[in-house]
């Protein structure tokens, strides 16, 4: 199942596999696998570049300070030359180096090519239990303490503001028998986040329409969520199509989704990853213009990785 950001109902679709791979075979490799028709290679239309997004914050924060919105998860994009580099061995490595991740690479004619490896799940519901990531605030891996009381305020406070917004969602539709565990503080590649767990019982709705009254969460829109994403389609130049939308498998009732965040977006020998950040009242531009570029080392690293040994 695949969405992108902006997610009407019409907008979700399913994708049936015609080709199941046992990936812990080393002799597989993704590219032999064909495809039905070939698509055309869209072209990559760039976003905010590090100065740009510096001041798109600075504009966040007024707003915020205005009293017009509490939190907004501003996005860039960060160009990279793949240079002939295998995409199967980039999966592969994102497998190997991020097992706790959802690898994913998926090619449609609608969005093109795209490579993820999130680390944020939006849901999984299997039975009746479903099960949500309140997933926020970011620190580079040698600063993040391991106890996440002793976190800043902004930090905890972002990851607070999620973390409530998941559960009154949930509560409004029925999810039963609600509880929050955490914040933990967890790794994601070079970074670590806060973490809680939230788990519930589902009588009635079923993952779909779970998934659409959650996304886009505050992790990826911002709180009020109307407000939020209103003041990024005026920022972002560009629409951020599957970056920020969620992804994953649905067999029958149970399905686990995951928000595409830490990806690519791929064209030719070209690519665009995708990065973010959540601007509240507290956010220092320069510091955030840090973190969307640390996340963006999960592909950025692998890629290096790739072109160093040949």
Known sequence: MLAPFEAADGSVFCIKPDTL??????HVFIEDVGHARPYPTPDLLPGLDRAGYAEAVRTAIASIESGLLEKVVLARTLNVDLGGLSLGRLFSMAARNHPQ???ALVRTERFGLWIGASPE?????????????????????????????AWKPKEREEQAMVTHSVLEILAAHGVQDLRAEGPRVIAAGNVMHLHSGITGRVTGSGALPLAYALHPTPAVGGIPRTSAINLLRTLE????????????PVDGRNADF??????????GGQ??????????AGSDPDREC?????????WLDLIDEQRRSG
């Not at 995951?258 to 064209?267: A, Q």
């Not at 969307?292 to 080392?297: I, T």
């Open 258 to 267: 995951y928000v595409n965040i830490r990806c690519m977006e791929v064209g």
């Open 21 to 26: 791979l046992d990936l812990s075979a080393d």
């Open 237 to 248: 130049p560009r629409n951020r199509l599957l970056y920020g939308g969620y992804w994953g």
């Open 121 to 149: 799940r939006l849901l999984a519901l299997h039975g009746d239990r479903v099960d949500v990531d309140a997933l926020a605030a970011t620190l580079p891996k040698g600063e993040a303490p391991s106890d996440p009381s």
């Open 271 to 280: 690519a665009l990853v995708h990065a973010g950040a959540g601007i509240t």
């Open 290 to 298: 840090d973190e969307v570029e640390r996340k963006a080392r999960t």
């Open 101 to 103: 991740a959802f690898i």
